[in-house]
Each structure stands twice: as structure tokens, then as C-alpha cells.
């Protein structure tokens, strides 16, 4: 059975910082693309990184470009997103998501995250 299972997601200030993380499993991780996205209320879910399977080749959307990092360990089967200097519209839902170039796509239930004085 596949699983995508986000954590690290929370309440935190403008400029702060979280570690989002996500466990895969019931399929060869190695061979994934993984990436995050988000979808903020009332908003449609927008793509913010993405890394290759491994780790050759790291993406990032305009608007995180400089704050976020995108990792991954494949040995644990897991991708991780840091997230620096955030913003109040940063806050969303952050989704993990993988998927290979046979058309593939798994999604996690996601985590949230609010940033907010």
C-alpha cells in the first residue's frame, strides 16, 4: 500500500522557520520525483519544489526561491522541505507528492502550516 505521510507543519512567527518531512512507502522511492505543494484557503494548489530521484537536479517556485530547501534522504525514504524567513502567505496546506516518468502520482493528506503574529 502507498503512503505519503507529511509532519513538521505548525503555528509559527513571521521570519521564522519549520522542517517539513514525508515518509514514503509501497513504492521505490529512489526511483521517484518528489515535490511540495500548497494550497492556501480559497486558493488552487500550487506547485513549490520539486527534486529529482537523485537529488541531481533541485526546483523551486519564484515565490520561495532563497527561503526553501528541498532534500532528500532515499536510505530513509523520506523528502524534507525547510522552510526560512516565512511569510504570512505562506500559510497553507503543504502537500508531498511523488511521481516517475511511467505517470505514477501518489499525494499525502498533508500538514499545515499557519504563520501568524
Known amino acids: 500500500q502507498v503512503q505519503l505521510v507529511e509532519s513538521g507543519g505548525g503555528l509559527v512567527q513571521p521570519g521564522g522557520s519549520l522542517r517539513l518531512s514525508c515518509v514514503a512507502s509501497g513504492f521505490t522511492f529512489s526511483s521517484y520525483t518528489m515535490s511540495w505543494y500548497r494550497q492556501a484557503p480559497g486558493k488552487e494548489r500550487e506547485w513549490v519544489a520539486g527534486?529529482?530521484?537523485?537529488?541531481?537536479?533541485?526546483t523551486y517556485a519564484d515565490s520561495v526561491k532563497g527561503r526553501f530547501t528541498i532534500s532528500r534522504d532515499n536510505a530513509k525514504n523520506t523528502v524534507y522541505l525547510q522552510m526560512n524567513s516565512l511569510k504570512p502567505e505562506d500559510t497553507a496546506v503543504y502537500y508531498c507528492?511523488?511521481?516517475?516518468?511511467?505517470?505514477?502520482?501518489?499525494w499525502g493528506q498533508g500538514t499545515q502550516v499557519t504563520v501568524s503574529s
Open positions: 527534486i529529482s530521484s537523485f537529488s541531481v537536479t533541485t
Open positions: 507528492n511523488a511521481h516517475n516518468t511511467r505517470g505514477y502520482i501518489y
